[in-house]
């Protein structure tokens, strides 16, 4: 009896265990939504160094010394060898309307060497067989006529990694340039400067000085190689640009300026930006759309609204016409043709062809506008350009259920598409990953422009990522209705004092770069989808429950358990190739069993790409940058049911061919 009971009880434990295995089923016979081309793109603005002394690759610091009216920023006086100087701004010898402010430099001994040092962002990045372009503008007094040193040396001065010399003319402001070049044995290092140095004495004066090392594309004025490469691997469809708060400033006159970061740099003054520090404008509109053109991405470009930080705003009517005509302007600057007045500009500015321009996003962030004008600007500006460019698709940037979006709502005109934004724990993420399955489809479409899972400092950790991916599964899932999505911020300078907001996608220091778990969470969405969303049920998932002394944020009560699982699928319907996204933000190693319908036959072979951490504060760092990579290994096996298993805080997907 005793025998019979406990075959009775295993039977019946075997079968319970094998009813809570996790299925899930996808169903290939019922045609799938269209996926967006453009789901996952790039956000970015002026914050935490993203353009000087990130992205943007001028090396010099402070290089037109309008950083700081009262003292040259950044910038020290250089006394070698009994040599003996001292610095100080000057205001009384422009070089032209936007370099008004130099660096004049006082060398009292003709002996040793005297000169001016750039600390750089953190220090002038040194690499092996590296040739980096030095310019500057100079002038000095008869006595001081004859050679500078110009130099990239450690910071004790103890070893020159690379000089030239030029020679001082006489008479006024003069462009000086040369070619700084490093040996194939030097040591890669941050801990270096730059210095133009002279043993004669005199006055001289210094305007724009500026060192790049090569750039990506061997574009002049342009950007890091190591940077935008870690772009090109996410695979995106665009780039919002100028950004959010920096489009706005955080006073009228403050506003990112369009028009003034046109041409050559040495008319561009920079501007105030709105994070503590000046932008010098070296990233201008015509930059950023070579940047575009780089990655092979469509702009989405954002136009000034008449809207700013602190709180002024313009009501809709003629005090705002002359930004909804600076508005038409830039965006005949964009896609305009040569025969047009702007696009002429263009051509002017090197780039005759026009870009291609579908999207317009009007302000940002407007539902902080109290007054509640928003509604009547947009107007003005939906209707300013729908008559000149009726088929650009406009964004408004309130309408939607973020917190933003529910102080009001667009009444007088319908958007193309609405802008919403979200910053939330790694458990609001995952507790409101079904965001947008009841979204109402005949509304305007949605465009995630700004979102982030913000957790850990400076980049986001593993805990974080797994945040990012539910949430992605969502977006993914109703991608024919989120049209567009786009992490913030994007980048992060690491230094101590780089950083004004934390959990920020890519992070670098002057001479490195690395990529967050957060980011390759987004490179594994963005590398592996289809044209079609492929229907997924799912059976037996395993729940989480966060700690219970901390309130759901979505449903406002106790919290309540959520899958711990979460998953998409799409197919390429050209390729055959199916696409299965499984994310577990669990402790436990999960078994899965995949039933896949609709199918006449399935390769026995796939790939499995994973990114895990073995804890979910893990994270990548710039001393560790490859703690927390993709790794790909070769499934085999499949068939249209089979059981895999998915790593604990793993990030997962499956590709194979399907028929």
Not at 217 to 224: E, Q, S, V
Not at 415 to 443: F, L, Q, T
Not at 500 to 512: E, K, M, R
């Amino acid at each position: 009896m005793k025998t019979k009971l406990a075959l009775l009880v295993l039977l019946l434990s075997t079968n319970f265990l094998k009813a809570q295995t996790p299925k899930l089923t996808l169903d290939l016979s019922k045609p799938g939504a269209d996926v967006s081309l453009k789901l996952f793109g790039l956000m970015t603005e002026e914050i935490n160094h993203s353009y000087d002394g990130g992205l943007y690759a001028e090396l010099i610091r402070n290089r037109i010394f309008k950083d700081n009216p009262k003292a040259p920023n950044n910038w020290s006086v250089l006394e070698q060898a009994g040599g003996k100087g001292n610095i100080q701004l000057d205001t009384k010898n422009p070089v032209n309307n936007a370099l008004t402010v130099c660096l004049k430099l006082v060398v009292e001994k003709s002996e040793g060497q005297t000169g001016v040092v750039n600390e750089g962002y953190w220090g002038i990045p040194v690499k092996p067989q590296t040739s980096y372009k030095a310019s500057f503008y100079a002038k000095g007094t008869d006595a001081a006529i004859g050679p500078l040193s110009v130099s990239i040396e450690s910071n004790d001065g103890a070893t020159n990694y690379a000089t030239a010399q030029v020679v001082l003319s006489k008479g006024g402001w003069k462009k000086y340039s040369v070619t700084l070049t490093t040996a194939s044995d030097v040591k890669p290092t941050t801990q270096a400067r730059f210095v133009i140095s002279t043993s004669r004495a005199g006055t001289y004066w210094f305007n724009l000085v500026s060192l790049f090392p090569p750039t990506f594309n061997n574009r002049p004025n342009g950007n890091r190689q190591d940077i935008m490469q870690l772009m090109a691997d996410m695979k995106p469809a665009f780039l919002r640009l100028p950004g959010g708060n920096y489009l706005e400033g955080d006073l009228f006159s403050t506003r990112f300026p369009w028009k003034a970061t046109l041409g050559p740099i040495d008319q561009r003054a920079g501007h105030p930006g709105c994070w503590g520090y000046r932008s010098s404008d070296g990233m201008g509109l015509l930059e950023y759309l070579e940047w575009c053109e780089d990655l092979k991405i469509e702009p989405v470009l954002a136009v000034f609204a008449g809207y700013v930080l602190k709180g002024d705003y313009l009501p809709a009517g003629p005090f705002l016409k002359p930004f909804v005509d600076e508005a038409l302007e830039e965006i005949e600057y964009v896609s305009g043709d040569v025969n047009t007045k702007w696009g002429a500009v263009r051509a002017k500015d090197g780039h005759p062809k026009p870009f291609k321009l579908n999207y317009i996003e009007i302000g940002n962030e407007d539902g902080f506008d109290a007054s509640g004008s928003y509604d009547g600007r947009f107007a003005q500006f939906y209707d300013a350009i729908k008559a000149k460019y009726p088929k650009l698709q406009l964004i408004s940037t309130i309408g939607g259920r973020d917190g933003l979006g529910k102080r009001f709502k667009i009444k007088t005109r319908r958007p193309d598409v609405i802008d919403e934004h979200y910053y939330r724990s790694a458990w609001e993420m995952e507790e409101d990953a079904a965001h947008y399955d009841d979204y109402d489809r005949k509304g305007p479409k949605i465009f995630v422009g700004e979102w982030a899972t913000r957790e850990g400092s400076p980049t986001p950790n593993m805990n974080a990522a797994l945040g990012d991916a539910a949430w992605m599964t969502g977006m993914e899932r109703n991608a024919d209705h989120v049209i567009m999505s786009c992490y913030a911020p994007l980048f992060v300078n690491v230094n101590p004092g780089g950083m004004q907001w934390s959990s920020d996608l890519i992070g670098y220091n002057a001479i490195s770069s690395y990529g967050s778990p957060s980011y390759y969470a987004e490179v594994l969405f963005g590398n592996n989808i289809g044209n079609k969303t492929v229907p997924v049920s799912g059976e037996n998932i395993p729940t989480q429950t966060r700690n219970a002394n901390k309130k759901d944020s979505i449903a406002g009560t106790m919290p309540k358990p959520i899958p711990a699982l979460f998953y998409v699928a799409s197919k390429d319907t050209k390729t055959g190739t199916l696409y299965i996204k499984v994310v577990n933000t669990s402790g436990k190693a999960e078994d899965i069993t995949i039933d896949l319908k609709g199918i006449s036959k399935v390769s026995a072979d796939g790939v499995q790409i994973t990114l895990k951490g073995s804890s979910p504060g893990d994270t990548n760092t710039i001393t560790e940058p490859d703690k927390i990579v993709p790794h790909t290994s070769k499934i085999t096996g499949l068939g249209k049911t089979f059981t895999k298993n998915f790593d604990a805080y793993s990030i997962n997907v499956i590709k194979l061919q399907v028929l």
